[in-house]
């Protein structure tokens, strides 16, 4: 492999992993891991730069390269919103999904419990089942959702019961409004691809029900992301806020026709730097409850 070669190969698998999304996995397990143990261990470390980078190549890679010919119709595909592989790195990419997740994941699974490994496996699985043929979760609406959703939840859950926390009451609260939250983001994500995934014969609940009603879903399932965070004591109750903003993003596009869903998309831009902001918001409340 020439040296040009191998920048193209490592620069394919960078955008492949999507490095704005790297934060959106690996925050939430290191939240939930220092929160309940307040230790910075090896077992934090590994576990940060797993859910960090080789979770998001094995995610977003084997999603590109078994979505390259939809993505082909697809306008935005092509930069930080997704990448469109080149078909001669395709093997590439889920070689290097592969050997950068194994390591990690014989790790995390050695030093976990039964129950942390039965989270884990879920995780990996939900990861590999989202767009892996066959399987395709991607394409069978409502599933895709929660799949997506599974994603960016499992790393905390993960965390926690490695960590050996006490699932309370509050606590699952927490863990249901993140999940809405995650529903919601990938319904809404899917409605600007409606017209791309219909020309490419992909399903999802966006193409099923429609880009307007895919709206309405969205925005009532980070309503009650508000309100379930709204149950905690403070500062954990402040959160509830975090969920206005992006309730607000989706309202302009209530009465979306499906033929215009792409213009959705200016939406969907704005989520991708309201997460940054929300996970400041949320890092100052971790440390205000783990100072009291």
Not at 31 to 50: C, K, M, P, Q, S
Not at 95 to 115: C, E, H, K, M, R
Not at 118 to 132: E, G, H, K, M, T
Not at 255 to 264: E, R, T
């Amino acid at each position: 492999m020439t040296a040009l070669r191998t920048t193209t190969v490592l620069k394919s698998l960078f955008v492949s992993s999507r490095p704005l999304s790297w934060v959106n996995t690996a925050f939430p397990f290191a939240a939930a891991y220092f929160v309940t143990t307040r230790e910075v261990d090896l077992l934090l470390v590994l576990g940060t730069i797993y859910f960090l980078i080789p979770y998001n190549l094995a995610m977003y890679g084997i999603n590109d390269v078994f979505d390259y010919e939809s993505d082909l119709h697809n306008p935005r595909k092509g930069g930080v919103e997704g990448a469109l592989l080149d078909p001669r790195v395709h093997r590439a990419t889920l070689v290097a999904a592969v050997a950068t997740n194994i390591p990690f994941l014989v790790y995390l699974f050695a030093v976990g419990s039964p129950v942390s490994a039965l989270v884990l496996a879920v995780s990996v699985f939900a990861v590999i089942a989202y767009s892996a043929p066959r399987l395709r979760f991607k394409e069978r609406p409502f599933l895709d959702s929660l799949t997506s959703s599974t994603h960016f939840v499992s790393p905390a859950v993960f965390g926690l019961v490695i960590a050996g926390a006490t699932f309370s009451p509050q606590l699952l609260a927490i863990l249901i409004a993140f999940f809405l939250w995650g529903i919601a983001s990938h319904a809404f994500g899917a409605v600007q691809d409606v017209v791309a995934d219909r020309e490419g014969g992909i399903a999802s609940t966006a193409t099923v029900i429609g880009a307007r009603a895919t709206v309405r879903l969205a925005f009532v399932a980070y309503v009650l992301a508000g309100i379930l965070l709204l149950t905690l004591g403070l500062p954990g109750a402040i959160a509830s806020v975090l969920a206005v903003p992006y309730a607000l993003s989706v309202l302009p596009f209530w009465s979306i026709a499906d033929a215009d869903a792409g213009s959705a998309n200016r939406g969907w831009k704005r989520f991708l730097w309201f997460n940054f902001v929300s996970g400041f918001v949320v890092t100052m409340l971790l440390i205000a409850w783990v100072s009291l």
